[in-house]
């Protein structure tokens, strides 16, 4: 298991931007893929543990960038060309073998139009 905190999350006007970042604890994050989910169950992104691969749900890509800094222990989620319609409460979360497994407590971005 890895502890995750997200931090980042904010009031921002539609077109704006975004930098989420979170946290992990642990000697092995650099093991786990990581992923982004926005209000729990909505995939939103995921970059494998060496951060050279990415995939992105259709309504974020161009927009969105996941980012990796495993001597950090952090993940980003770069988010461009908000919309109203991209307000949630997005929570990181960690894979191991398969299965989201650890979860942050989320952060609340908020666009308005």
């Known amino acids: 298991q890895v502890r995750l905190v997200e931090s980042g999350g904010g009031l921002v006007q539609a077109g704006g931007s975004l930098r989420l970042s979170c946290a992990a604890s642990g000697r092995t994050f650099s093991r786990y893929t990581m992923g982004w989910f926005r209000q729990l169950r909505e995939f939103v992104g995921a970059i494998s543990w060496s951060?050279?691969?990415?995939n992105y749900v259709d309504s974020v890509k161009g927009r969105f960038t996941i980012s990796r800094d495993n001597a950090k222990n952090t993940v980003y989620l770069h988010m461009n060309s908000l919309k109203p319609e991209d307000t949630a409460v997005y929570y990181c979360a960690a894979n191991f073998e398969g299965s989201w497994t650890s979860w942050g407590q989320g952060t609340q971005v908020t666009v308005s139009s």
């Open positions: 951060g050279d691969t990415t």
